[in-house]
């Protein structure tokens, strides 16, 4: 039999609550990481092979990054087995019913992630409230629509490019993935002063060295189509992003995809990550060593959870911009700076920083972890 406690540790879980309603076909774990810093924030993820242990793992990465970013919340994360392109009633059903079994888990604010949308959530606020990644229409703010994970990577490169003695006016931009972080952190950026020289997607690479046209891409992308569909461009192969010579490099698109394999390839000074993990540790080791500075991603992709965070709080949207701004360049600045003078990697610097906030915040409480 499986050890329940198995993940338990001085940060938590607090609670793990496995949910089962036959009537709803509904089956669902929730992990509640760490509450010392506020209710924990952290998005229902639907899969069919989703596990105990992956919501527990994402629930401790909610931690960190929440601390991370300095909001008053903790880490959790719920995970629902079923096929999420299932038809609209029975995930309406599926939702609802999840909704219903969470109602007094007042430690937990639910939240969109893979498998699960705004309409998810607006049905979830029908039943409960206590949701974020709301639809306009009830209150939510889009952030992926205003690209507010795209504008808090700009900012973690402006403070980067700082550190590493360049700057953005005229710097060369590569961003792998051009889906809702891509192409605005490649917007934002643009409108900086870089010069967009490479972008890709699931079917290929752009390449310019006078820059690719950002209204280009953004209008190939709405109409369906690829970034190599560019007029006047290089078209490469889709892995060829990672051979772009440029200053700034970004990744926006999927896991793990510099590793040990092709980190000799990559010829940037700067790595901002926009995706999550997007860089094996033994890469992120080789690109330190070789002096490329990796701006770690719970560090620079905070943008959407501080936008979620935000929104809870009934804010504007453009408070939230102006929050995502404020957090993520102090943060930034913070990380690089304690990492220079330690002369740790980023991501050392960051955790430290994660787990320095998330411990300060335990002090304050009677219990620690709840
Ligand atoms: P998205 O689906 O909108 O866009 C993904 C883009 O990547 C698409 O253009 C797709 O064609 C492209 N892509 C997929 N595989 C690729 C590959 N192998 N090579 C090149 N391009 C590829 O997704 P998104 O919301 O932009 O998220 C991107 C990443 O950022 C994910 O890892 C996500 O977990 C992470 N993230 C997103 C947010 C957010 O606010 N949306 C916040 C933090 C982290």
Known sequence: ?????????QLG???????HEPSASLKAVLVVDNVAAGPSIGGIRMAP????EECF???RAMTLKNAAAGLPHGGGKAVVYGD????PPDKERLMRALACA?????EYILAPDMGTDEACMAWINDEIGRVVGLPREVGGIPLDEIGATGWGLS???????RQCGMALEGARLVVQGFGAVGRHAARFLVEKGARLVGASDSRGTAYASDGLSIETLIELKQAGKSVTEHPGVDQLRRDAVVDVECDIWIPAARPDVINETNVDRLKTKLVVQGANIPVTGEAERRLHERGVLCVPDFIANAGGVICAAMEYQGATETSAMAAIEEKVRANTHQVLEDATRRRVMPRVAAMALALERVTRAMSFRRWSVF
């Open 155 to 161: 900012h973690a490169a402006d403070i980067a490019t």
């Open 1 to 9: 039999m499986e050890d329940v406690f198995a993940f338990a540790d």
């Open 57 to 59: 793992r994402l629930a």
């Open 84 to 87: 999420p392109k299932m038809a």
């Open 49 to 52: 092979d989703v596990s105990t």
């Open 102 to 106: 969470l109602r007094d888990v007042r």
């Open 13 to 19: 879980p607090t609670k793990v609550l496995h949910i």
